[in-house]
């Protein structure tokens, strides 16, 4: 079946720092990949998405791209803030599927 | 507009009690879901509702029942919960859920805590 793995946490990282979070997928499919963030008590936001090879997402300064020779969709971002403290999680819908199949989510905290 | 909202947005109930969670949303999707979230985990489905059809239900208790009066609200009704219930309850919505890799958009979330 369908999996996402993403890089264990917790990331800890200064403010200015660069930053790259490791997501790779498993899929039947060919799936559409997206990055959701979730801030401290709060819902799930839609970062980024790609939906085809060499497709590259971005908002915010972050960016991802999609790779289908690596299977791959990290994060990166090049000079992270404070309020960029997060949990991140990846997760890819597949054609067909009605789910979407999350990897375990990273926290991020970025300090002053 | 990407915006899903959810009432209330804290909840507190006894392991009698019967209580309902809320979605709505106006961006003319025909697909909404049910999740439930716990500490330091991803969401995990439990409903999906397709052209106000119930498409996927995985396998959750009946103290839980969902209902889709129309394409832009979704309920969640809760009755004889038990604590082990207590979560961030995640709604999400989008296009029609029939081909597979959509957006979903989430909402805020209801955090639930059942005594």
């Known amino acids: 079946g369908d999996s996402v793995t993403q890089m264990e946490g917790p990331v800890t990282l200064s403010e200015e720092a660069f930053l790259t979070i490791n997501c790779t997928y498993t899929a039947t499919g060919y799936p559409s990949l997206f990055w959701y963030v979730q801030y401290p008590g709060e819902g799930l936001q839609l970062l980024l998405k790609a939906t085809k090879a060499d497709d590259k997402g971005s908002n915010k300064g972050f960016e991802a791209t999609y790779r289908k020779e690596t299977t791959s969709f990290h994060l990166e971002k090049g000079s992270v803030q404070v309020s960029d403290s997060a949990v991140y999680f990846c997760a890819l819908s597949d054609q067909g599927a009605q789910k979407l199949v999350f990897g375990q989510g990273t926290r991020l905290t970025i300090n002053p | 507009d990407t915006e899903v909202t959810q009432t209330p947005k804290h909840l507190v109930m006894g392991m009698t009690n019967k209580k309902s969670l809320k979605c709505e949303q106006h961006m003319g999707h025909r697909a909404m879901y049910w999740y439930k979230q716990k500490a330091k985990k991803p969401p995990e489905l439990m409903f999906v509702?397709?052209?106000?059809?119930?498409?996927i239900n995985e396998s959750v208790p009946s103290r839980f029942s969902p209902e889709c009066p129309n394409s832009s609200l979704l309920n969640l009704h809760l009755h004889a919960l038990q604590p082990e219930d207590s979560a961030l309850y995640l709604c999400?919505?989008?296009?029609?859920?029939?081909?597979?890799?959509?957006?979903?958009?989430f909402g805020p979330g209801t955090r639930l805590l059942v005594l």
């Open positions: 999400a919505s989008s296009q029609d859920g029939t081909g597979g890799r959509e957006t979903q958009y």
């Open positions: 509702y397709s052209y106000e059809k119930l498409s």
